[in-house]
Protein backbone atom coordinates (compact mmCIF):
# COMPACT_ATOMS: atom_id res chain seq x y z
CA UNK A 1 0.00 0.00 0.00
CA UNK A 2 1.46 3.31 -1.13
CA UNK A 3 1.32 6.10 1.71
CA UNK A 4 1.52 10.37 1.21
CA UNK A 5 5.15 9.83 2.16
CA UNK A 6 5.90 7.25 -0.77
CA UNK A 7 4.34 9.82 -3.35
CA UNK A 8 6.22 11.71 -5.36
CA UNK A 9 6.03 15.16 -3.92
CA UNK A 10 4.23 16.58 -7.28
CA UNK A 11 1.60 14.72 -6.38
CA UNK A 12 0.56 15.92 -2.84
CA UNK A 13 -1.93 17.90 -2.87
CA UNK A 14 -3.51 20.07 -0.40
CA UNK A 15 -7.47 19.57 0.25
CA UNK A 16 -9.65 22.72 -1.17
CA UNK A 17 -10.52 23.70 2.53
CA UNK A 18 -7.06 23.90 3.75
CA UNK A 19 -5.75 25.28 -0.06
CA UNK A 20 -8.33 28.50 0.26
CA UNK A 21 -8.27 28.95 4.01
CA UNK A 22 -4.44 29.67 3.22
CA UNK A 23 -5.62 31.91 0.81
CA UNK A 24 -7.95 33.86 3.23
CA UNK A 25 -5.41 34.22 5.78
CA UNK A 26 -2.55 35.43 3.82
CA UNK A 27 -5.04 38.08 2.49
CA UNK A 28 -6.27 39.14 6.10
CA UNK A 29 -2.28 38.87 7.14
CA UNK A 30 -2.01 41.61 4.18
CA UNK A 31 -4.43 43.31 5.04
CA UNK A 32 -3.82 44.07 9.15
CA UNK A 33 -0.32 44.21 8.35
CA UNK A 34 -1.21 47.50 5.93
CA UNK A 35 -3.64 49.11 8.22
CA UNK A 36 -1.39 49.19 10.82
CA UNK A 37 1.58 50.41 8.95
CA UNK A 38 -0.18 52.85 7.38
CA UNK A 39 -1.79 54.25 11.15
CA UNK A 40 2.11 55.38 11.45
CA UNK A 41 2.09 56.85 7.76
CA UNK A 42 -0.91 58.31 6.50
CA UNK A 43 -4.37 56.29 6.76
CA UNK A 44 -5.00 56.90 3.39
CA UNK A 45 -2.13 54.91 2.41
CA UNK A 46 -3.92 51.40 3.67
CA UNK A 47 -3.90 49.28 0.65
CA UNK A 48 -7.53 48.67 0.93
CA UNK A 49 -8.42 52.24 0.71
CA UNK A 50 -5.74 53.84 -1.56
CA UNK A 51 -6.65 50.61 -3.77
CA UNK A 52 -10.57 52.03 -3.55
CA UNK A 53 -9.72 55.52 -4.10
CA UNK A 54 -7.74 54.49 -6.82
CA UNK A 55 -11.14 52.66 -8.11
CA UNK A 56 -12.96 56.06 -7.70
CA UNK A 57 -10.55 58.53 -9.57
CA UNK A 58 -10.21 56.08 -11.97
CA UNK A 59 -13.84 55.14 -12.94
CA UNK A 60 -15.47 56.77 -15.63
CA UNK A 61 -17.54 59.84 -15.00
CA UNK A 62 -20.28 57.98 -15.94
CA UNK A 63 -20.30 55.56 -13.33
CA UNK A 64 -18.86 57.74 -10.45
CA UNK A 65 -22.01 60.22 -11.08
CA UNK A 66 -24.59 57.46 -11.73
CA UNK A 67 -23.26 55.49 -7.98
CA UNK A 68 -23.80 59.36 -6.52
CA UNK A 69 -27.32 59.37 -7.93
CA UNK A 70 -28.22 55.80 -7.43
CA UNK A 71 -26.47 55.21 -3.91
CA UNK A 72 -26.47 58.76 -2.58
CA UNK A 73 -24.60 58.57 0.21
CA UNK A 74 -24.25 55.09 0.16
CA UNK A 75 -21.83 54.95 -2.74
CA UNK A 76 -19.09 54.91 -0.43
CA UNK A 77 -19.83 51.59 1.45
CA UNK A 78 -21.07 49.96 -1.89
CA UNK A 79 -17.91 50.34 -3.58
CA UNK A 80 -15.87 49.27 -0.30
CA UNK A 81 -18.40 46.30 -0.03
CA UNK A 82 -17.78 45.54 -3.82
CA UNK A 83 -13.89 45.88 -3.54
CA UNK A 84 -13.68 43.19 -0.59
CA UNK A 85 -16.00 40.50 -2.50
CA UNK A 86 -13.47 41.03 -4.94
CA UNK A 87 -10.70 40.69 -2.72
CA UNK A 88 -12.35 37.92 -1.01
CA UNK A 89 -12.56 35.87 -4.02
CA UNK A 90 -9.07 36.27 -5.31
CA UNK A 91 -7.76 34.65 -2.45
CA UNK A 92 -9.87 31.97 -3.01
CA UNK A 93 -8.60 31.70 -6.40
CA UNK A 94 -4.68 32.10 -5.30
CA UNK A 95 -5.33 29.72 -2.45
CA UNK A 96 -7.35 27.11 -5.06
CA UNK A 97 -4.58 27.35 -7.83
CA UNK A 98 -2.05 26.27 -5.35
CA UNK A 99 -2.88 22.87 -4.34
CA UNK A 100 -0.08 21.12 -5.14
CA UNK A 101 2.81 24.30 -4.93
CA UNK A 102 2.57 27.94 -3.72
CA UNK A 103 3.64 29.38 -6.94
CA UNK A 104 0.62 30.40 -8.67
CA UNK A 105 -0.59 31.85 -5.60
CA UNK A 106 2.16 33.79 -4.12
CA UNK A 107 2.25 34.97 -7.91
CA UNK A 108 -1.44 36.45 -7.56
CA UNK A 109 -0.42 37.75 -3.71
CA UNK A 110 2.08 39.76 -5.31
CA UNK A 111 0.14 40.90 -8.02
CA UNK A 112 -2.14 42.54 -5.54
CA UNK A 113 0.37 43.59 -3.16
CA UNK A 114 1.91 45.21 -6.36
CA UNK A 115 -2.00 47.15 -6.86
CA UNK A 116 -1.55 48.19 -3.42
CA UNK A 117 1.83 49.90 -4.00
CA UNK A 118 0.61 51.43 -7.27
CA UNK A 119 -2.66 52.89 -5.85
CA UNK A 120 -0.43 54.58 -3.45
CA UNK A 121 1.76 55.30 -5.48
CA UNK A 122 -0.50 57.49 -7.51
CA UNK A 123 -1.60 59.51 -5.20
CA UNK A 124 -0.53 62.96 -4.87
CA UNK A 125 -1.02 63.72 -1.22
CA UNK A 126 0.79 60.63 0.29
CA UNK A 127 4.62 61.02 0.70
CA UNK A 128 7.40 58.18 -0.33
CA UNK A 129 7.23 57.06 3.42
CA UNK A 130 3.37 55.83 2.80
CA UNK A 131 4.93 53.25 0.31
CA UNK A 132 5.50 51.48 3.62
CA UNK A 133 2.06 50.28 4.18
CA UNK A 134 1.39 48.77 0.86
CA UNK A 135 5.03 47.28 1.10
CA UNK A 136 4.54 45.32 4.59
CA UNK A 137 1.37 44.38 3.80
CA UNK A 138 3.00 42.43 0.47
CA UNK A 139 5.32 41.16 2.65
CA UNK A 140 3.04 39.88 5.42
CA UNK A 141 0.90 38.75 2.50
CA UNK A 142 3.29 36.56 0.65
CA UNK A 143 4.99 35.20 4.11
CA UNK A 144 1.81 34.04 5.54
CA UNK A 145 0.52 32.60 1.94
CA UNK A 146 4.23 30.83 1.59
CA UNK A 147 5.05 29.55 5.39
CA UNK A 148 1.13 28.10 5.47
CA UNK A 149 1.22 26.54 2.23
CA UNK A 150 4.66 25.21 3.43
CA UNK A 151 3.07 23.80 6.66
CA UNK A 152 0.03 22.26 4.90
CA UNK A 153 1.90 20.37 2.77
CA UNK A 154 4.40 18.91 5.01
CA UNK A 155 1.75 17.93 7.03
CA UNK A 156 0.02 16.25 4.60
CA UNK A 157 3.36 14.35 3.70
CA UNK A 158 3.67 13.54 7.29
CA UNK A 159 0.40 11.91 7.69
CA UNK A 160 0.89 8.61 7.09
CA UNK A 161 -2.92 8.34 5.80
CA UNK A 162 -4.02 6.10 2.85
CA UNK A 163 -3.83 7.17 -0.75
CA UNK A 164 -7.36 7.65 -0.79
CA UNK A 165 -7.32 10.19 1.69
CA UNK A 166 -4.69 12.58 0.59
CA UNK A 167 -6.88 15.13 0.45
CA UNK A 168 -8.66 14.97 3.75
CA UNK A 169 -7.48 16.72 6.64
CA UNK A 170 -4.21 14.94 8.05
CA UNK A 171 -4.49 13.69 11.50
CA UNK A 172 -2.53 14.18 14.44
CA UNK A 173 0.40 16.60 15.47
CA UNK A 174 0.87 18.54 12.44
CA UNK A 175 -2.70 19.05 11.69
CA UNK A 176 -2.87 20.73 14.97
CA UNK A 177 0.45 22.50 13.94
CA UNK A 178 -1.12 23.83 11.24
CA UNK A 179 -4.45 25.20 12.42
CA UNK A 180 -2.63 26.83 15.49
CA UNK A 181 -0.59 29.07 13.12
CA UNK A 182 -3.97 29.45 10.99
CA UNK A 183 -5.56 30.75 14.26
CA UNK A 184 -2.40 32.67 15.34
CA UNK A 185 -2.34 34.45 11.72
CA UNK A 186 -5.94 35.08 11.62
CA UNK A 187 -6.02 36.45 15.20
CA UNK A 188 -2.67 38.78 14.94
CA UNK A 189 -4.03 40.20 11.55
CA UNK A 190 -7.58 41.34 13.48
CA UNK A 191 -5.72 42.82 16.13
CA UNK A 192 -3.39 44.42 13.72
CA UNK A 193 -6.25 46.10 11.87
CA UNK A 194 -8.11 47.00 14.57
CA UNK A 195 -4.58 48.22 16.23
CA UNK A 196 -4.44 49.87 12.95
CA UNK A 197 -7.51 51.14 12.93
CA UNK A 198 -7.45 53.04 16.61
CA UNK A 199 -4.23 54.19 16.07
CA UNK A 200 -4.92 56.02 12.63
CA UNK A 201 -7.80 57.57 13.83
CA UNK A 202 -7.35 58.99 17.62
CA UNK A 203 -5.70 61.88 16.13
CA UNK A 204 -9.25 62.49 14.53
CA UNK A 205 -10.31 65.98 13.48
CA UNK A 206 -13.44 65.51 16.11
CA UNK A 207 -11.76 66.35 19.11
CA UNK A 208 -9.36 69.06 17.60
CA UNK A 209 -13.32 70.37 16.40
CA UNK A 210 -14.67 70.50 19.92
CA UNK A 211 -11.77 72.09 21.05
CA UNK A 212 -12.97 75.10 18.57
CA UNK A 213 -14.89 77.01 20.82
CA UNK A 214 -18.21 79.30 19.89
CA UNK A 215 -17.33 81.09 16.18
CA UNK A 216 -19.03 84.50 16.72
CA UNK A 217 -19.38 86.19 13.46
CA UNK A 218 -18.77 90.51 13.62
CA UNK A 219 -21.12 90.51 11.65
CA UNK A 220 -24.42 88.30 12.06
CA UNK A 221 -26.70 87.52 9.75
CA UNK A 222 -30.64 89.37 10.54
CA UNK A 223 -33.33 86.94 11.84
CA UNK A 224 -34.90 84.82 9.55
CA UNK A 225 -38.54 86.06 8.51
CA UNK A 226 -41.04 84.29 9.43
CA UNK A 227 -42.15 83.27 6.36
CA UNK A 228 -38.87 81.94 4.73
CA UNK A 229 -40.34 78.85 4.34
CA UNK A 230 -43.70 77.15 4.19
CA UNK A 231 -41.88 73.96 5.99
CA UNK A 232 -46.08 73.42 7.52
CA UNK A 233 -47.31 72.95 3.94
CA UNK A 234 -44.41 70.71 2.80
CA UNK A 235 -41.49 72.54 1.66
CA UNK A 236 -38.32 71.60 3.44
CA UNK A 237 -37.01 74.13 6.23
CA UNK A 238 -35.36 77.15 5.11
CA UNK A 239 -32.23 76.40 6.87
CA UNK A 240 -30.79 72.68 6.11
CA UNK A 241 -29.71 71.28 9.83
CA UNK A 242 -26.15 70.16 9.36
CA UNK A 243 -26.84 66.13 9.91
CA UNK A 244 -29.69 66.52 6.71
CA UNK A 245 -27.17 68.83 4.78
CA UNK A 246 -26.06 66.78 1.25
CA UNK A 247 -22.78 65.49 1.12
CA UNK A 248 -20.95 64.95 -1.97
CA UNK A 249 -17.21 64.37 -2.03
CA UNK A 250 -14.48 61.91 -3.87
CA UNK A 251 -13.68 61.20 -0.11
CA UNK A 252 -13.67 57.29 0.72
CA UNK A 253 -11.96 58.29 4.43
CA UNK A 254 -13.27 61.70 5.81
CA UNK A 255 -10.00 63.68 5.92
CA UNK A 256 -9.07 64.36 9.67
CA UNK A 257 -7.40 67.26 9.44
CA UNK A 258 -6.75 69.14 13.14
CA UNK A 259 -6.74 72.98 13.13
CA UNK A 260 -2.91 73.06 14.59
CA UNK A 261 -2.11 71.09 10.93
CA UNK A 262 -3.77 73.14 8.93
CA UNK A 263 -3.07 76.39 6.86
CA UNK A 264 -4.01 77.80 3.37
CA UNK A 265 -1.65 78.87 1.17
CA UNK A 266 -1.98 81.63 -1.63
CA UNK A 267 0.21 81.35 -4.55
CA UNK A 268 0.72 80.95 -8.15
CA UNK A 269 -0.02 84.59 -10.13
CA UNK A 270 0.25 86.83 -7.09
CA UNK A 271 2.59 89.43 -5.98
CA UNK A 272 3.22 87.93 -2.46
CA UNK A 273 2.74 84.60 -1.68
CA UNK A 274 0.69 84.48 1.74
CA UNK A 275 -0.33 81.46 4.03
CA UNK A 276 -2.65 81.74 6.73
CA UNK A 277 -3.00 79.46 9.63
CA UNK A 278 -6.38 78.47 11.42
CA UNK A 279 -5.84 81.22 14.35
CA UNK A 280 -5.19 83.70 11.42
CA UNK A 281 -8.53 83.06 10.02
CA UNK A 282 -10.29 82.93 13.29
CA UNK A 283 -9.13 85.72 14.51
CA UNK A 284 -10.21 87.79 11.62
CA UNK A 285 -13.46 89.40 12.04
CA UNK A 286 -15.92 86.96 11.16
CA UNK A 287 -18.55 87.25 8.62
CA UNK A 288 -22.06 84.91 8.34
CA UNK A 289 -23.84 84.61 5.10
CA UNK A 290 -26.25 82.61 4.14
CA UNK A 291 -25.82 80.79 0.92
CA UNK A 292 -27.29 77.25 -0.87
CA UNK A 293 -25.14 74.81 -2.21
CA UNK A 294 -25.92 73.07 -5.23
CA UNK A 295 -24.75 69.98 -6.79
CA UNK A 296 -24.20 69.71 -10.74
CA UNK A 297 -25.27 65.94 -10.51
CA UNK A 298 -28.74 66.88 -9.23
CA UNK A 299 -30.82 65.44 -11.75
CA UNK A 300 -34.10 68.02 -12.00
CA UNK A 301 -36.30 66.73 -9.35
CA UNK A 302 -33.14 65.40 -6.88
CA UNK A 303 -32.34 66.29 -3.17
CA UNK A 304 -28.39 66.95 -3.96
CA UNK A 305 -28.97 71.05 -2.63
CA UNK A 306 -29.11 72.38 0.61
CA UNK A 307 -28.97 75.48 2.56
CA UNK A 308 -26.37 77.15 5.57
CA UNK A 309 -25.34 79.84 7.25
CA UNK A 310 -22.06 80.04 6.90
CA UNK A 311 -19.23 81.53 9.14
CA UNK A 312 -15.69 82.46 7.67
CA UNK A 313 -14.21 85.65 5.83
CA UNK A 314 -14.34 87.34 2.98
CA UNK A 315 -12.06 85.52 0.08
CA UNK A 316 -11.86 88.65 -1.21
CA UNK A 317 -9.85 90.28 1.32
CA UNK A 318 -7.13 87.39 1.49
CA UNK A 319 -7.00 87.49 -1.94
CA UNK A 320 -6.62 91.51 -1.88
CA UNK A 321 -3.39 90.45 0.47
CA UNK A 322 -1.92 87.87 -1.89
CA UNK A 323 -2.21 90.45 -4.64
CA UNK A 324 -3.38 88.10 -8.01
CA UNK A 325 -2.35 89.57 -11.15
CA UNK A 326 -4.19 90.84 -13.75
CA UNK A 327 -3.50 87.62 -16.24
CA UNK A 328 -4.31 84.96 -13.87
CA UNK A 329 -7.48 83.00 -15.11
CA UNK A 330 -8.21 80.44 -12.82
CA UNK A 331 -8.24 79.94 -8.58
CA UNK A 332 -7.21 76.45 -8.74
CA UNK A 333 -8.15 74.85 -5.13
CA UNK A 334 -6.29 71.64 -3.47
CA UNK A 335 -7.57 69.55 -0.88
CA UNK A 336 -5.85 67.89 1.87
CA UNK A 337 -6.95 64.62 -0.19
CA UNK A 338 -5.81 65.85 -3.71
CA UNK A 339 -9.37 66.65 -4.60
CA UNK A 340 -8.68 69.69 -7.07
CA UNK A 341 -11.15 72.57 -8.15
CA UNK A 342 -11.03 75.55 -10.95
CA UNK A 343 -12.95 79.02 -10.13
CA UNK A 344 -12.96 81.39 -12.44
CA UNK A 345 -10.39 84.06 -11.10
CA UNK A 346 -12.89 86.71 -11.75
CA UNK A 347 -15.79 85.03 -9.53
CA UNK A 348 -13.28 84.61 -6.79
CA UNK A 349 -12.18 88.03 -6.91
CA UNK A 350 -15.26 89.99 -7.24
CA UNK A 351 -16.05 91.38 -3.75
CA UNK A 352 -19.88 91.41 -4.28
CA UNK A 353 -20.10 88.01 -5.06
CA UNK A 354 -19.35 87.13 -1.69
CA UNK A 355 -16.89 84.46 -1.65
CA UNK A 356 -15.74 82.87 1.09
CA UNK A 357 -13.26 80.57 3.37
CA UNK A 358 -16.13 79.20 5.88
CA UNK A 359 -14.96 77.45 8.70
CA UNK A 360 -18.89 77.27 10.64
CA UNK A 361 -22.08 75.94 9.25
CA UNK A 362 -25.11 76.97 10.93
CA UNK A 363 -23.54 77.94 14.14
CA UNK A 364 -20.94 75.20 14.93
CA UNK A 365 -17.28 74.30 13.54
CA UNK A 366 -17.79 72.67 9.90
CA UNK A 367 -19.10 69.17 10.58
CA UNK A 368 -15.57 66.88 9.54
CA UNK A 369 -17.59 65.22 5.97
CA UNK A 370 -18.18 69.12 5.43
CA UNK A 371 -14.75 70.24 5.22
CA UNK A 372 -13.48 70.55 8.71
CA UNK A 373 -11.13 72.79 9.45
CA UNK A 374 -11.85 75.14 6.56
CA UNK A 375 -13.77 75.05 2.68
CA UNK A 376 -14.64 77.58 0.10
CA UNK A 377 -18.26 78.47 -0.37
CA UNK A 378 -19.23 80.91 -3.31
CA UNK A 379 -22.67 81.74 -4.40
CA UNK A 380 -24.21 80.97 -7.97
CA UNK A 381 -21.68 78.07 -8.71
CA UNK A 382 -22.21 73.98 -8.42
CA UNK A 383 -19.67 72.81 -6.00
CA UNK A 384 -17.66 70.98 -8.20
CA UNK A 385 -15.94 74.63 -9.76
CA UNK A 386 -16.25 76.32 -6.19
CA UNK A 387 -16.78 74.89 -3.03
CA UNK A 388 -13.52 72.38 -1.85
CA UNK A 389 -13.84 70.88 1.48
CA UNK A 390 -10.42 70.68 3.38
CA UNK A 391 -9.03 73.09 1.33
CA UNK A 392 -5.22 73.81 1.39
CA UNK A 393 -3.92 75.54 -1.14
CA UNK A 394 -5.41 78.06 -3.82
CA UNK A 395 -3.16 78.79 -6.83
CA UNK A 396 -3.59 81.32 -9.53
CA UNK A 397 -3.13 80.25 -12.72
CA UNK A 398 -4.35 80.25 -16.33
CA UNK A 399 -6.99 77.99 -17.47
CA UNK A 400 -4.32 75.74 -19.72
CA UNK A 401 -1.45 75.36 -17.07
CA UNK A 402 -4.03 73.24 -14.73
CA UNK A 403 -7.13 70.82 -15.20
CA UNK A 404 -9.22 70.51 -11.90
CA UNK A 405 -10.41 66.91 -10.99
CA UNK A 406 -13.90 66.84 -12.46
CA UNK A 407 -13.01 68.98 -15.57
CA UNK A 408 -10.89 65.62 -17.47
CA UNK A 409 -13.83 63.31 -16.92
CA UNK A 410 -16.43 65.20 -19.00
CA UNK A 411 -17.70 68.45 -16.88
CA UNK A 412 -17.35 71.79 -17.78
CA UNK A 413 -15.15 74.56 -17.05
CA UNK A 414 -17.66 76.88 -16.33
CA UNK A 415 -20.72 75.90 -14.31
CA UNK A 416 -22.99 79.22 -12.74
CA UNK A 417 -26.19 76.99 -10.94
CA UNK A 418 -29.17 76.96 -13.35
CA UNK A 419 -32.35 78.49 -12.50
CA UNK A 420 -34.47 75.28 -11.46
CA UNK A 421 -37.47 74.69 -8.86
CA UNK A 422 -38.93 71.27 -7.40
CA UNK A 423 -41.91 70.49 -6.06
CA UNK A 424 -41.76 68.71 -2.99
CA UNK A 425 -45.23 67.94 -1.58
CA UNK A 426 -46.76 65.37 -2.80
CA UNK A 427 -43.90 63.31 -3.94
CA UNK A 428 -43.52 60.62 -6.24
CA UNK A 429 -46.81 58.96 -7.17
CA UNK A 430 -49.21 60.67 -4.99
CA UNK A 431 -52.86 59.43 -4.22
CA UNK A 432 -54.90 62.67 -3.05
CA UNK A 433 -58.06 63.25 -2.80
CA UNK A 434 -60.23 64.75 -5.68
CA UNK A 435 -60.53 68.77 -5.18
CA UNK A 436 -58.34 71.69 -3.56
CA UNK A 437 -54.84 70.10 -3.47
CA UNK A 438 -51.87 71.83 -1.76
CA UNK A 439 -48.10 71.25 -3.64
CA UNK A 440 -45.65 72.94 -2.16
CA UNK A 441 -41.88 72.88 -2.91
CA UNK A 442 -38.03 74.99 -3.66
CA UNK A 443 -36.89 77.24 -6.39
CA UNK A 444 -33.40 78.70 -6.71
CA UNK A 445 -31.49 80.48 -8.83
CA UNK A 446 -28.37 81.72 -6.33
CA UNK A 447 -26.71 85.15 -7.00
CA UNK A 448 -29.67 86.19 -9.68
CA UNK A 449 -32.50 85.59 -7.53
CA UNK A 450 -36.35 84.53 -8.11
CA UNK A 451 -39.30 86.58 -9.86
CA UNK A 452 -41.57 83.65 -9.95
CA UNK A 453 -42.65 80.27 -9.67
CA UNK A 454 -45.75 78.64 -12.10
CA UNK A 455 -47.48 75.15 -11.63
CA UNK A 456 -49.66 74.54 -13.76
CA UNK A 457 -52.15 70.24 -14.48
CA UNK A 458 -51.42 68.49 -17.64
CA UNK A 459 -51.34 70.90 -20.22
CA UNK A 460 -53.68 73.35 -18.37
CA UNK A 461 -52.72 77.15 -17.52
CA UNK A 462 -49.49 78.23 -15.94
CA UNK A 463 -51.16 79.73 -12.27
CA UNK A 464 -48.30 81.50 -10.00
CA UNK A 465 -47.53 80.63 -6.87
CA UNK A 466 -47.01 82.38 -3.33
CA UNK A 467 -43.07 82.75 -2.66
CA UNK A 468 -41.58 82.90 0.65
CA UNK A 469 -40.04 86.01 1.60
CA UNK A 470 -36.34 86.63 -0.51
CA UNK A 471 -33.93 85.84 2.23
CA UNK A 472 -30.82 86.65 -0.23
CA UNK A 473 -30.42 86.37 -4.30
CA UNK A 474 -27.92 83.49 -3.26
CA UNK A 475 -30.15 80.77 -0.91
CA UNK A 476 -33.57 79.01 -2.40
CA UNK A 477 -37.13 80.12 -1.80
CA UNK A 478 -39.89 78.25 -1.26
CA UNK A 479 -43.55 77.92 -2.76
CA UNK A 480 -46.69 76.39 -2.58
CA UNK A 481 -49.89 76.62 -4.06
CA UNK A 482 -53.60 75.29 -4.50
CA UNK A 483 -54.63 73.31 -7.46
CA UNK A 484 -58.01 72.15 -8.31
CA UNK A 485 -57.55 68.51 -9.25
CA UNK A 486 -60.57 66.30 -10.91
CA UNK A 487 -60.78 63.04 -10.04
CA UNK A 488 -58.51 60.76 -12.50
CA UNK A 489 -54.56 60.62 -12.92
CA UNK A 490 -52.57 63.92 -13.44
CA UNK A 491 -49.13 65.45 -14.03
CA UNK A 492 -48.47 69.09 -12.07
CA UNK A 493 -45.46 70.51 -13.92
CA UNK A 494 -43.48 73.53 -11.81
CA UNK A 495 -41.59 76.25 -13.68
CA UNK A 496 -39.50 78.89 -12.50
CA UNK A 497 -38.45 82.50 -13.90
CA UNK A 498 -35.63 84.63 -12.51
CA UNK A 499 -34.64 87.78 -11.80
CA UNK A 500 -32.73 88.11 -14.91
CA UNK A 501 -36.14 87.12 -16.86
CA UNK A 502 -34.74 83.82 -17.76
CA UNK A 503 -38.04 81.06 -17.87
CA UNK A 504 -36.94 77.82 -17.35
CA UNK A 505 -36.74 75.43 -20.59
CA UNK A 506 -38.70 72.39 -20.82
CA UNK A 507 -36.22 70.26 -22.29
CA UNK A 508 -34.50 67.74 -20.27
CA UNK A 509 -30.75 67.79 -20.17
CA UNK A 510 -28.35 65.50 -18.54
CA UNK A 511 -26.71 66.77 -15.37
CA UNK A 512 -23.20 66.13 -17.68
CA UNK A 513 -21.80 68.39 -18.57
CA UNK A 514 -22.62 71.52 -16.77
CA UNK A 515 -26.39 70.75 -14.85
CA UNK A 516 -29.47 69.28 -15.62
CA UNK A 517 -32.66 71.12 -16.98
CA UNK A 518 -36.38 70.56 -17.77
CA UNK A 519 -39.29 71.01 -16.10
CA UNK A 520 -39.92 68.92 -12.34
CA UNK A 521 -43.59 67.39 -12.89
CA UNK A 522 -45.38 64.70 -10.15
CA UNK A 523 -47.84 62.06 -11.00
CA UNK A 524 -50.98 63.13 -8.78
CA UNK A 525 -53.65 59.97 -8.49
CA UNK A 526 -56.97 61.59 -7.87
CA UNK A 527 -59.57 60.08 -5.80
N1 LIG B 1 -12.15 68.00 -1.15
C1 LIG B 1 -13.29 67.94 -1.86
N2 LIG B 1 -14.12 69.01 -1.89
C2 LIG B 1 -15.26 68.96 -2.59
C3 LIG B 1 -15.61 67.81 -3.32
C4 LIG B 1 -14.72 66.69 -3.29
O1 LIG B 1 -14.95 65.65 -3.91
N3 LIG B 1 -13.58 66.79 -2.53
N4 LIG B 1 -16.80 67.78 -4.03
C5 LIG B 1 -17.40 69.06 -4.40
C6 LIG B 1 -18.75 68.89 -4.86
S1 LIG B 1 -18.96 68.11 -6.35
C7 LIG B 1 -19.83 69.40 -4.17
S2 LIG B 1 -21.36 69.40 -4.87
C8 LIG B 1 -19.66 70.01 -2.83
C9 LIG B 1 -20.58 69.38 -1.81
O2 LIG B 1 -20.35 69.92 -0.54
P1 LIG B 1 -21.03 69.23 0.71
O3 LIG B 1 -20.60 67.79 0.75
O4 LIG B 1 -20.60 70.00 1.91
O5 LIG B 1 -22.52 69.34 0.49
O6 LIG B 1 -18.33 69.85 -2.35
C10 LIG B 1 -17.33 70.09 -3.30
N5 LIG B 1 -16.07 70.05 -2.60
MO1 LIG C 1 -21.12 68.28 -6.95
New binding site residues.
Given amino acids: MSTLQDAPPETRRLSLPVATLIGLLALAAALGVGHLVAAFVGYTASPFIAVANYVVDHSPTAVVKWAERTLGTWDKPVLKIGLAVVLVLLALLAGQLSRRTPRAGQVLVFVLGAAGIAAVYARSDLGQVSLLAPVAALVAGLAVFTSLHRLALSRESADQGPELSRESSGSGASRRKFLRAGVGVAAGSGLAAVVGQVAGTSSNAEDSRAAVGPLVPARTVPPLPADADFAKLGSPPFITPNAD ?7 LVV ?1 QVRTEDWSLKIHGMVDREVTFSYADIRNRPLVERRVT ?5 NEVGGP ?1 I ?1 NAAWIGVDLADLLAEAGVQPGAEQMFAT ?3 G ?1 T ?1 GTPANVALDPARGAMLAIGMNGEPLPV ?3 FPA ?1 IVIPGL ?3 V ?6 ESLEFTRWDARQA ?2 LGRGWAEQAPIKTESRIDTPNGFAGVTAGKVRLAGTVWAQHTGIAKVEVRLDQGPWFPATLSAEVSKDTWRMWWIELDVPKGTHQASVRATDSGGYTQTENRADPVPDGATGWHSVTLDAR
Fill in positions: FYRIDTAPLTCVSLSSVDWCEHGRYGYSATKWVYW
